[in-house]
């Protein structure tokens, strides 16, 4: 097992790479050797991300550019890249990256989708489809074998995170109906990325909450679905709606479905309890119900369950950090599942609270 690890960052200056940056430098076996941003190439890293300043072996540093071309030229200072890039920039980086020698984890959605098909429904061609079926879903929970090892990983997104892992141990258990379930999220502004945008900007935001790309629009669908259908053993549609909120981080998700038999809400929390019993997911207690708050800044998901009989549905809640646990930090814990390193090494496991 490697003492220590090289690490790049491409894409350090966006909100993903940012929490990023910020994991690396405390995780006590990674080193950062190269940051890399587009953009802001050539500027100091302090300038770009105020956070860094003070921080001398960071804020600094001087941004890389990059170009899948100078791939050779950059690959021998790392082990590991983060590819934290928009669709199919990171596919093309990661493919130049795997070629010269190096693990690549990818926070993008390019290598999440096995299916090239679906993936250019959602995001157009894909730039290297031959490397999907080698790219292992960072889900560390779900997936820790097949995540020894691997030099491909693709951290899973924060919407289908945040789906995923309350539904999981119901559906491999045959305890809800497949075809019933309905996904409601809601997130913080954060997950719309630093770029500037209208329809994120304060006054665009606050005081308001809205659902966006409705009735099948969203991307996350394909990747909610592939994941919960590999869970079932069995086909898996479901209607997910997304909610802007205004807050800068955070998603809470909860998501409904028909019993399939009829059970108590303890069933619920073992099944749950057993498939999470390595791992940063915390089954809450009984009666108890998740909260953003609980998790801001954490590598932790909270779920929880809670059964109505009247109309026989359960309710499968999750609260999560969408740039920690639906992104940073479950790449970093995917890392370090395939290093054969605790899931937990380098990792905030403690929400900032208030």
């Known amino acids: 097992m490697p003492e ?9 200056t966006g909100y993903t790479g940012i929490e990023l940056l910020r994991l690396v430098h405390s995780h006590p076996r990674l080193t950062l050797s190269l940051i890399a941003s587009g953009e802001s190439a050539g500027r100091r890293l302090g300038d770009v991300v105020p956070p860094t300043e003070g921080i001398a072996e960071l804020g600094d540093r ?11 030229r950059f690959a021998s200072q790392m082990d590991v890249a983060f590819t934290a890039l928009p669709h199919t920039a990171s ?20 290598f999440r989708l096995k299916d090239p098909h679906v993936y250019e429904k959602a995001y157009g061609p894909h730039p290297a ?3 999907l079926s080698k790219a292992v879903y960072g889900l560390p929970e779900l997936y820790r074998s097949e995540l020894k090892d691997a030099r491909l990983i693709a951290a899973p997104g924060c919407y289908p995170t ?10 491999a258990k045959r305890l809800i109906a497949p075809e019933s379930i309905i996904i409601d999220s809601k997130s913080g502004v954060s997950g719309a990325g630093r770029a500037m945008k209208r329809s994120s900007q304060f006054c665009e935001v606050a005081e308001g909450v809205r659902p966006y790309q409705v009735a099948g629009q969203h991307r996350h669908i394909p990747e909610i679905e592939q994941e919960l259908s590999r869970q079932a053993t069995r086909p898996v549609t479901v209607v997910f709606t ?7 981080r955070g998603i809470l998700t909860v998501a409904y479905a028909k019993l399939a038999a009829e059970t108590k809400v303890e069933e619920l929390r073992r099944v749950a309890l057993e498939m999470y019993a390595q791992g940063l997911v915390t089954v809450l207690e009984a009666g108890r119900v998740p909260d953003t708050l609980w998790v801001r800044g954490s590598a932790r998901a909270h779920v929880a369950y809670a059964l109505d009989e009247r109309a026989g549905m359960v309710l499968g809640m999750c609260a999560l950090d ?7 930090a479950q790449a970093v814990q995917a890392l370090n599942a395939a290093m054969g390193w605790p899931d937990a090494l380098g990792l905030p496991e403690m929400g900032l609270f208030p």
């Not at 596919?91 to 390019?110: F, H, M, P, Q, Y």
């Not at 969408?322 to 940073?328: K, S």
């Open 4 to 12: 220590t690890c090289r690490v790049g960052i491409f894409g350090a």
């Open 62 to 72: 001087v941004l890389s550019s990059f170009d899948p071309e100078q791939v050779p």
């Open 91 to 110: 596919a093309n980086i990661g493919k130049a990256l795997l070629e010269a020698g190096v693990r690549v984890v990818d926070l993008s959605a390019d």
């Open 129 to 131: 489809p031959e490397l």
């Open 162 to 171: 945040s789906a995923i892992l309350p539904l999981a141990p119901l559906l």
């Open 242 to 248: 997304p909610h802007l909120v205004p807050m800068s």
């Open 322 to 328: 969408n740039l920690t646990r639906g992104a940073a």
